[in-house]
């Protein structure tokens, strides 16, 4: 976002349609890999699709950056459980990578209450010859064997494998809202409404309890654990926040339960904007440490804030993400959308931020030079290499011609999932059951 925003340019490939859609197409999760070759998405159908990038060839320079499908699995069925007479939907909530390293990737998913590891393997060899067996399995009679085979290895078709690992499961009471995988690469942590559990990636029929809000009276409750992330470089540090928009930082060397924390940033309430909706909307909903480590970033209903770690009585940037909802909070309500989590990414270098909004709208905000854009993710106006326009919302008075008129957004499209390639300007941006990847114009 260096040049100026309303001469950004940014073009599109399309990726996903169903023009049939089901709710089970509805895209939940969105996830770059640490090298940004792959790209995973997990739906409430629970299926994760991993998409590849494709390298770049002589002949065809632009095609640099097209990401096609590379591996589609399901990774949750729905279940029941019988002692609570719940359903448990397969619905992936989130997915996280592990670096890779080795020819094979690794990547967390989870529903509500399970998390799995899957590993993701490609095959273009299969072995032939074997000696108890025929080519297609059956086990060969004993007494016809009369020579001795080598068996060899033969070129196949690539096949792409995926298989789980390791399930992680009956560990959490209520859903889970968050995985987070630590810096250690041998820990990860799963967060639901009022635990966050420690596991060791080798280890899956237990796991440590590190935060436990629930209070011995389960009236007396006033908050519940909204989203939960590990500090990128210190495994012993990590964030959670709360429906009460409080976000609290705690160091696992200070005690087994992290039930007190090291740090507790809340930004005092402005008492003229006090309303009944103002609990709500200051709930948070996504909590991102920068990949520098120094700073924070939380998104709850109508802003972004960053906070720096040294700093806990407020934060130093506040970003309006959609300032002009603030008059129809009562039909929100009304509608449920006040309760939508929208997630919220950094960029590679820390620089810029994005979060979505309605109406398929999301936005950037460059930290540097202040400005913000709104874009629209949609069918009319992504057809690949298209140059996506910046948007504007106009409250009452005259409309201009590119304008939209705040009383005709469609609540129904919403962009709650985005994810920003970890080096370049990329992002994936998920529209309901359609997932677009953006990318900085190529010159």
């Known amino acids: 976002m260096e040049e100026d925003a309303e001469t950004r340019k940014i073009s599109s490939s399309f990726l996903r349609d169903h023009s049939y859609a089901t709710e089970a197409d509805i895209i939940s999760t969105v996830e770059f890999n640490h090298t940004g070759e792959l790209l995973a998405t997990g739906?409430?159908?629970?299926?994760?699709?991993?998409?590849?990038?494709e390298q770049e060839s002589k002949n065809q320079p632009h095609r640099r950056g097209?990401?096609?499908?590379?591996?589609?699995?399901?990774?949750?069925?729905?279940?029941?459980?019988?002692?609570?007479?719940?359903?448990?939907?397969?619905?992936?909530?989130?997915?996280?990578?592990?670096?890779?390293?080795?020819?094979?990737?690794?990547?967390l998913s989870t529903n509500?209450?399970?998390?799995?590891?899957?590993?993701?393997?490609?095959?273009?060899?299969?072995?032939?010859?074997?000696?108890?067996?025929?080519?297609?399995?059956?086990?060969?009679?004993?007494?016809?064997?009369?020579?001795l085979r080598v068996p060899v290895l033969r070129p196949m078709d690539l096949m792409v494998e995926a298989t789980p690992r390791r399930v992680f499961a009956n560990a959490h009471t209520y859903h889970i809202n968050s995985i987070s995988v630590n810096s250690d690469y041998e820990t990860y942590m799963s967060a639901d409404d009022l635990r966050i559990n420690l596991w060791n990636f080798e280890i899956t029929n237990q796991s440590f309890n590190i935060v436990d809000i629930k209070p011995a009276n389960m009236e007396e409750l006033t908050e519940v654990i909204t989203a939960a992330e590990f500090h990128p470089h210190h495994c012993n540090t990590f964030v959670y926040s709360s429906s009460k928009g409080t976000i609290r930082l705690c160091d696992m060397r200070a005690a087994a339960l992290c039930d007190r924390h090291a740090k507790f940033f809340e930004e005092p309430e402005d008492p003229s904007n006090r309303s009944f909706?103002?609990?709500?909307?200051?709930?948070?909903?996504?909590?991102?440490?920068?990949?520098?480590?120094?700073?924070?970033?939380?998104?709850?209903?109508?802003?972004?804030?960053?906070?720096?770690?040294?700093?806990?009585?407020?934060?130093?940037?506040?970003?309006?993400?959609?300032?002009?909802?603030?008059?129809?909070?009562?039909?929100?309500?009304?509608?449920?959308c006040i309760f939508d989590k929208f997630e919220c990414v950094w960029n590679g270098s820390d620089s810029v931020i994005m979060t979505g909004s309605y109406n398929n709208f999301f936005r950037m905000f460059d930290r540097n030079t202040k400005r913000d854009v709104?874009?629209?993710?949609?069918?009319?106006?992504?057809k690949p290499r298209a140059i996506l326009k910046p948007r504007k919302v106009c409250v009452g008075g005259k409309r201009r011609k590119d304008e939209i008129s705040v009383d005709s957004l469609d609540f129904s499209k919403k962009i709650l999932h985005t994810a920003w390639h970890p080096s370049e300007n990329i992002i994936a941006v998920a529209a309901t059951n359609n997932l677009y990847i953006f990318q900085d114009k190529v010159n």
Not at 43 to 53: E, H, N
Request: proline residues 3%.
């Open 43 to 53: 739906d409430k159908g629970g299926r994760v699709v991993i998409f590849q990038r």
């Open 66 to 107: 097209e990401y096609n499908v590379y591996s589609t699995f399901q990774s949750h069925e729905p279940e029941f459980d019988y002692l609570k007479s719940l359903e448990i939907e397969e619905k992936i909530n989130k997915i996280r990578w592990l670096p890779q390293q080795n020819a094979a990737y690794f990547l």
């Open 112 to 147: 509500d209450k399970t998390v799995k590891l899957w590993k993701v393997s490609e095959r273009d060899k299969r072995p032939e010859g074997y000696n108890l067996k025929d080519e297609d399995g059956r086990l060969r009679d004993p007494s016809m064997i009369t020579v």
């Open 277 to 336: 909706f103002s609990e709500i909307i200051s709930s948070i909903s996504d909590v991102k440490f920068s990949h520098s480590g120094r700073y924070i970033m939380t998104r709850d209903y109508l802003t972004v804030k960053v906070w720096d770690l040294n700093m806990e009585n407020r934060p130093i940037e506040t970003y309006q993400v959609h300032d002009y909802l603030r008059s129809k909070l009562c039909s929100l309500y009304e509608n449920d």
């Open 374 to 382: 709104t874009l629209e993710a949609s069918r009319e106006n992504s």
